[in-house]
């Protein structure tokens, strides 16, 4: 069965201290990682997918980065507007459906 | 370009009624899958259709079922609601290719009382 595992839970940042958030996957094939962004009460907001391993998508001060067993998404100098909860989903090989890892919620104080 | 809308934002129902939820997908998408989201299992598959018929089902209840009309436009139905079918259920829309990316409405918020 496919999991996905996302780290931390939650991560409390001051403004400009830059960190990693984490997917970690366990799926019979992966035709794409997708992360999301989604803020209180309102539906996810796509930010990037990545395909293959090594692929690497940058938007604004966000990175995302893909290996054969995890994605990383990098915040580099956040800012308090980035404070939301960030989600992770695969697509596995076979199907349509989206599996979505419990997400992380980043706070960035200013 | 109008982005994915989702009727009514909230709703309030009792114990063994059922609901109707309507999604409208972004012009031009032909796909819409459907998600539960509650804070203690995350966002859960329930179905996808493409060109008014069921693709994908996710592990739910035959309580919950759907269908899509000839514009693309969507809905989901819940009977028989129970306390634990109150969440977030999301649509999300897309051109129709499995890879292609899922673009999500804000949602309806529904409490069973």
């Known amino acids: 069965e496919d999991q996905v595992t996302q780290s931390p839970e939650a991560l409390r940042l001051q403004e400009g201290e830059s960190s990693s958030l984490n997917c970690s996957y366990t799926?019979?094939?992966?035709?794409?990682l997708f992360w999301y962004r989604q803020d209180p009460g309102k539906g996810p907001e796509f930010l990037f997918t990545?395909?293959?391993a090594g692929e690497e998508k940058e938007k604004e001060r966000l990175k995302a980065t893909l290996t054969k067993k995890e994605s990383f998404l990098h915040i580099t100098a956040p800012k308090p507007e980035d404070s939301a909860t960030y989600l992770c989903?695969?697509?596995?090989?076979?199907?349509?459906?989206?599996?979505f890892g419990e997400g992380t919620q980043l706070t960035v104080n200013p | 370009k109008a982005g994915v809308t989702q009727t009514p934002r909230y709703l309030i129902k009792t114990r063994g009624q059922q609901v109707t939820l309507s999604c409208s997908p972004i012009?031009?998408?032909?796909?819409v899958s459907w998600y539960q989201q509650t804070p203690g299992q995350g966002l859960q598959f329930l179905f996808e259709?493409?060109?008014?018929?069921?693709?994908n089902k996710g592990n739910f209840p035959g309580r919950f079922s759907g269908r899509q009309f000839s514009n693309s436009r969507s809905e989901m139905n819940v009977s028989t609601l129970e306390l634990g079918d109150s969440a977030l259920y999301l649509c999300?829309?897309?051109?129709?290719?499995?890879?292609?990316?899922?673009?999500f409405g804000p949602g309806t918020r529904l409490t069973v009382l």
């Open positions: 989903a695969v697509l596995q090989t076979s199907g349509s459906r989206l599996t």
């Open positions: 999300a829309s897309s051109k129709g290719n499995p890879t292609d990316t899922q673009y």
């Open positions: 990545l395909y293959s």
């Open positions: 799926v019979s094939g992966l035709r794409g």
């Open positions: 012009s031009g998408h032909r796909s």
């Open positions: 259709y493409f060109s008014e018929t069921q693709r």
